[in-house]
């Protein structure tokens, strides 16, 4: 046997368990599912993990730059959709498509699914809620205001797929954005935004991800940036741009949006993340 050919085959052993542990990993996590990410069940009920992959990905931006896309049924087209907040489909289905399979929600936004929770929480039953906020609104021992709202729809919708990021998670998120910017999220006086806990939800559960309706860093900066409201559904709103220089100056409390999507053309670049529209 030369020794060419037993390189070529102990190459092709490599490859082939390679291949068959990528396989059983994404297995595991289907089966039993995503950590950071935790369902809300009744009492005595086993604790459940966001048990979901998918290998093409959607992430539909709020964003006013989402209309007159037309990228509805490119939008609909891919295994799953992940969605921000309670953004409505119904009316804008030309440019955001109508599939929804996450929605991810910030603890602020809680209230507006409860504005139309029939809707939500038994029409659209199949769709997955992960719910993000800090610690004082998603405590478990009966101080937790939003977690409490939860559990009493976990409770009055059992078909209902509730899940929270775990504080676990929630920290990991804070080191990301350190790690990619040098701040320390706390004392920089930001709050990560809903996009950015989107963005990390995604890597964690699709294979590739195609981005609909954001812009990057430097579009509010260019003297050719149109104007276009906040958000798509709220057209007599603040613009985006506008929106985006407040929070990014802002000394407390605000969201650091500018600073997040530079963040994101970083992570494009490794080639799983791509922006279809606006193409970045």
Known sequence: MSQRFCWLLLLLIAVSLLLWYNHITKTIEVVLGLRGYVR??????????????????AVVSSSGQVLGSRCGREIDGHECVIRMNAA????????????????????????RLLQREAYFFNQESNTRYVVWGPERNMRHDGKGRVFNMLVKLAW?????????????????????FQDETGKNRRKSGAFLSTGFFTMIFAQDMCDS?????????????????SSVPYHYYESNRLDECGMYRVHERVRRGGHRFITEKQIYRRWALQGKLKFQYPPW
């Open 40 to 57: 809300i069940l009744p009492p005595r009920s086993r604790s459940q993990y966001l048990a979901l992959r998918c290998a093409s990905c």
């Open 88 to 111: 409505p489909t119904q009316r804008f289905e030309m440019d955001v498509g109508n599939k929804t399979t996450v929605r991810v929600v910030s603890h602020s936004s809680v209230r």
């Open 156 to 176: 009055k919708y059992p078909r209902a797929h509730i899940y929270t990021v775990s504080r676990e998670k929630m920290m990991q998120c804070d080191r990301v």
């Open 209 to 225: 991800i195609n981005v609909y309706g954001m812009i990057d860093g430097s579009y509010c900066s260019l003297t050719n940036s």
